[in-house]
């Protein structure tokens, strides 16, 4: 049975005024958080909600994907997962928000698909939501796999992320130092000059002598790093 207040949102939200959209659509985001809705409420704030998401405002968009995420995954994890893809920087991140609020293994799966998404910023959110699940052997791999990424933003966040694992579970420090160790020696230069980088944020000893070497690396962004790394060292 549907309320006359969420009778008045849903009306509300099909109102040609973005202002009154957007507080239609907040207003029922805080009801899909509500405990005790029957499930003509639930559905019929849901259909509203993912309505939103394909609003031509960015603001409703954002709303929408806030509220999505407080909606069974079942229904907002596809809309959430296209929202992830949008040109507007605040909604793809409400939409990570979002999916970081559903079950682990919903969000996983929406986010590991978008973190191979042709689009740098796609890649960047997918990531960023990865780190804040749960740490698991896909997600890890996932990070791994995004340090050789040719966009330094990309490679950035996938670092973070395995710094963030790390900090819960330092047991996965002495894997990611392996890892890093072998990438001094890749074929690659972004991943050469990023696990320069990681083995410093580990901690691992030897950094001055790591970046002396890479100094006559061929590749510019390498000795930009080293360079970089020897006045950390001076510091």
């Given at each position: 049975?549907l ?16 202002p ?10 805080t ?9 003509v ?43 992830l ?13 979002a999916?970081a ?9 929406v ?5 191979r ?39 950035g ?12 579970d330092?047991?996965?420090?002495s ?8 990438g001094?020696g890749?074929?690659?230069a ?15 000893p ?29 510091a």
């Open positions: 049975m309320t006359h207040q969420l009778t008045q949102l849903l009306m509300q939200a099909r109102h040609t005024d973005p009154a959209r957007r507080a239609a659509v907040t207003g029922l985001g009801l899909a958080a509500r405990p005790m809705l029957d499930p409420q639930v559905e019929a704030i849901a259909e509203a909600v993912i309505t939103a998401a394909h609003d031509t405002d960015p603001t409703v968009r954002t709303r929408a994907a806030r509220g999505l995420g407080r909606l069974p995954a079942a229904r907002g994890s596809e809309a959430l997962a296209a929202l893809t949008d040109g507007d920087h605040a909604t793809r991140e409400a939409a990570v928000r999916l609020q559903l079950d682990p293994v919903t969000a996983q799966s986010l590991v698909s978008a973190a998404h042709q689009d740098a910023a796609v890649r960047v959110a997918a990531l960023t939501g990865l780190r804040r699940l749960p740490a698991s052997g896909r997600s890890v791999a996932v990070l791994v796999a995004a340090l050789s990424d040719d966009h330094h933003g990309v490679q966040t996938a670092m973070a992320g395995l710094l963030a694992f790390t900090a819960r330092p047991r996965l420090a894997t990611l130092t392996g890892m890093a160790r072998e001094l890749s074929d690659h972004p991943l050469r000059e990023i696990c320069l980088e990681l083995l410093y944020r580990l901690g691992v030897g950094h001055r002598d790591r970046c002396l070497a890479a100094r006559t690396d061929p590749h510019p962004r390498v000795r930009w790093r080293a360079a970089r790394g020897l006045e950390y060292a001076h």
